[in-house]
């Protein structure tokens, strides 16, 4: 399939646009898009969520936590995290046959190798149950169903959301003696538990390079423009936690340092923001229960 082209008076139109930091849909450079984030949708699993970007980009993550055998590279005493980003073939026609393959392996890899690493947030030791034998595997998949820029923003920003939503069942475990342990679950909803250090998962923030200055949530004619991307992966408390640049442009070292404090501080900001809109939605959920209101969720089945 052939490229989406872009023609040279819409990239010129883009780039004075992006110097005078008024962008076509008059946002500034450094301007999100509108961001919903919906949780809880997907009974079916241990955890979700839903974001959407403005009126396009549109991703659901759901988490479901299985007990698993420990990897003997992980010294034994840690869990696992394992991801799948999948684009719907409805969300563009780029997407309708094998053509979203390799698109789908470039976001699943860099979904995972933040969460599986050391700034990631989450803390593995703690889903081990059984040192060197069972530990709990949390599995992340992201659908997306509408694609309008900036994709892999999105996705961390559900899947961090999914993560608060997600509870885990309490286990008591048994030492047999003679190095033997048994575990039981727990079938109790209300002695589930938030993963610890889903506050710490970092967000990423995906900066594009157009003419000699760059923006963020780029939309698809903007991405067309972007002659260099830089993700940067930041947790709640600016932390750098990750970093990635593709494209075939070349960043100036003091480009390069601007963008990557721009991003640290941006990511901190917004993570402030997120942070609140779930805190909100949760005391309300829990208010209206506690009333003996019926409260369902319907969200992205009403959508």
Known sequence: MPAPLISPSERDYITKSVQANLRADGRTRLDYRQIVLETGLISQTSGSARCRLGEGTDVLVGVKVEIGQVDIDSAGNRGKVVCNVECSPSASQQFEGRGADELNNELTQALERVLNGAQGGLNLEKLCIIQGQQCWVVYIDAIILDSAGNLLDAIFIATRAALFNTRVPKTIVQDLGDGQFEFELLDDVESAERIEGWDHVPIGITLNKIGSRYIIDATPLEELCTEAKLVVAVNRKGHLCGLQKSADGGIEPSLLT?????????????????????????????ARRARGEHVEKLGFFAA
Not at 258 to 280: F, P
């Open 258 to 286: 601007e963008m990557v404090q721009t991003a640290k501080s941006l990511g901190q900001s917004l993570i402030k923001q997120l942070d609140d809109q779930l805190e909100r939605e949760e005391i309300d959920f829990n």
